[in-house]
């Protein structure tokens, strides 16, 4: 199994050597055989272990564990606990998607602020065959059930090509300890009932089943990538964006064969979900219209027209240079510092000669885009933002973005945009702060 993953990572993540590298770390034997393979191939590593305090005694055991562990084996390790039952309930979560938010959140959070290069999972094959079966059970099209992305920004997931037996079987050669999660054992999740029951059926039916996925979805990935392409391809012959409205030409659309598949790839990433609708009124009357939370799609003689919804609140808050507290929209304090302390979330530290005031409040907008802290430089298009971090169509509406210059400086309560970021040149340092 080392030499496998010497020789997946020299193929596919050679850029990893020499970086720092955070372990997310449970303690169960998936994320204890990636801490002893990468311990033995000699990258720089630390761990790092969530307590969401949910098994009671047993969260703090597995947390005891982790410590123990770290402590013998001389690796940093970084230890945090979550209120996860409370937190689910404030903001109306399953219990699962509050410890993936905190889970994320936080490991994030290290990363800024700890200088680390790249988050490391262990998520392997049978990971990915679950998530393939929960997708496919609630209806998905191509990009559902291209299943765990290998690389996802910062977040690498290195044990993807291993199955749960090629581990289970290194951990046992090898004498690695564990902590076995009661929680798995029960049949409470969609997740668990489709390992105990279904996968194990897939299996017996074919006894290369694990193979014969993997070669599924490499294919499915192929057949994604290639329709994103011709997407953009069609898109950039039949749509024109004029002000802030895109403009469909109907007569070039229905001359393709399949348009209909265009349109769902258009679309989806505006939440519409109609797609029925949708597909009428192609040839519906003038005037008519489908909706989705935020998007109007218009039929207007030859074209469709898709526009946004008018916002309960268009307003632009300004903040002008010297102001030390905004209290609408919301409550943030500015003020200037002398050095940097922890950030986190509701906290930044920007380059005050970077800024162009005054500096404006506002919602963010399809089609907004920023330069995310920690991605080295690259654009991001913000409704993606939100989409990796799964967040509601509630919480989108009530997410807002400070600029300066119509660029963004930070997407409030989440994450700050890398131009404005502090460098060892910056004379004036600004801390901003959600209170």
């Avoid at 080392?2 to 169960?28: Q, V």
């Avoid at 990636?34 to 005694?57: E, S, T």
């Avoid at 008018?310 to 102001?323: C, M, T, V």
């Amino acid at each position: 199994m080392l030499s496998k993953l010497e020789n997946h990572l020299s193929a596919n993540f050679s850029f990893l050597k020499d970086k720092k590298l955070l372990l997310a770390t449970s303690g169960g034997v998936d994320s204890m055989v990636m801490v002893d393979l990468f311990q033995k191939m000699n990258f720089n590593i630390a761990m790092a272990h969530c307590n969401f305090q949910l098994r009671g005694l047993e969260s703090f055991n597995d947390q005891n564990f982790i410590e123990e562990y770290a402590e013998t084996n001389k690796i940093l390790v970084f230890i945090t606990q979550f209120d996860t039952e409370n937190f689910a309930k404030d903001y109306k979560l399953s219990t699962q998607v509050a410890a993936r938010t905190l889970r994320y959140d936080w490991f994030y959070e290290l990363l800024e602020t700890k200088k680390y290069d790249y988050l490391l999972t262990a998520h392997h094959l049978d990971d990915n065959v679950e998530t393939f079966l929960i997708n496919l059970t609630r209806g998905t099209g191509l990009d559902g059930l291209t299943g765990i992305p290998e690389r996802n920004e910062k977040i690498i997931r290195p044990l993807l090509i291993f199955s749960r037996n090629e581990i289970e079987d290194y951990a046992k050669e090898n004498n690695i300890k564990w902590r076995e999660d009661s929680s798995n054992i029960s049949d409470k999740y969609l997740r668990n009932k489709i390992r105990h029951h279904i996968v194990p059926i897939l299996k017996e039916l074919n006894s290369n089943f694990l193979n014969s996925f993997q070669k599924t979805q490499n294919y499915l990935q192929e057949a994604q990538n290639m329709a994103e392409d011709a997407s953009i391809m069609i898109y950039q012959q039949v749509a024109k964006e004029i002000g802030n409205e895109i403009h469909f030409d109907l007569k070039k659309l229905k001359q393709l064969p399949n348009y209909k598949s265009y349109l769902y790839q258009w679309f989806s990433e505006y939440h519409f979900s109609a797609w029925q609708d949708i597909y009428d009124l192609i040839d519906a009357q003038t005037g008519k219209q489908v909706l989705s939370n935020d998007f109007v799609l218009l039929k207007n003689r030859n074209f469709l027209i898709l526009s946004e919804k008018n916002k309960l609140d268009a307003n632009i808050y300004f903040i002008k240079k010297n102001q030390k507290e905004v209290k609408i929209p919301l409550n943030i304090s500015i003020c200037k510092v002398n050095e940097i302390s922890e950030t986190n979330l509701n906290t930044i530290f920007v380059d005050e000669d970077k800024l162009q005031y005054p500096l404006e409040i506002k919602k963010w907008q399809e089609g907004d885009i920023f330069k995310p802290f920690g991605m080295d430089g690259k654009s991001k298009k913000v409704s993606k933002f939100f989409k990796d971090e799964k967040l509601s169509i509630l919480e989108k509406q009530n997410i807002w973005i400070l600029c300066s210059d119509n660029q963004i400086v930070w997407i409030i309560g989440m994450r700050q945009d890398n131009r404005f970021k502090i460098e060892t040149t910056t004379k004036n340092t600004l801390k901003i702060a959600l209170q």
